[in-house]
């Protein structure tokens, strides 16, 4: 018999991986600038001025500093 409940969650999307820019930090809530011009607000360690990846409001890690392009489609 399969998990139902595993099933289920096997059809929600993943979290997406977002990175940004950090622009300050206030007791490890780091607020984060998106390439697009969003914000959002993370927990973990950061300093200001450090490009971040960030999921599901957690900071999981320094970004390279690569430049960004945007593409809309």
């Given at each position: 018999?399969?998990?139902?409940?595993?099933a289920?969650l096997d059809?929600l999307?993943?979290?997406?991986?977002?990175?940004?820019t950090?622009?300050?930090?206030?007791?490890?809530?780091?607020?984060?600038?998106?390439?697009?011009?969003?914000?959002?607000?993370?927990?973990?360690?950061a300093?200001?001025?450090?490009?971040?990846?960030v999921?599901?409001?957690?900071?999981?890690?320094?970004?390279?500093?690569?430049?960004?392009?945007?593409?809309?489609?």
């Amino acid at each position: 018999m399969s998990n139902l409940f595993k099933a289920f969650l096997d059809l929600l999307p993943d979290r997406p991986l977002l990175v940004g820019t950090v622009l300050s930090v206030a007791n490890s809530i780091a607020r984060v600038e998106l390439p697009g011009g969003g914000m959002v607000q993370a927990h973990g360690q950061a300093t200001a001025g450090q490009r971040v990846f960030v999921r599901d409001g957690q900071i999981e890690g320094l970004a390279p500093g690569l430049p960004v392009e945007i593409i809309e489609i």
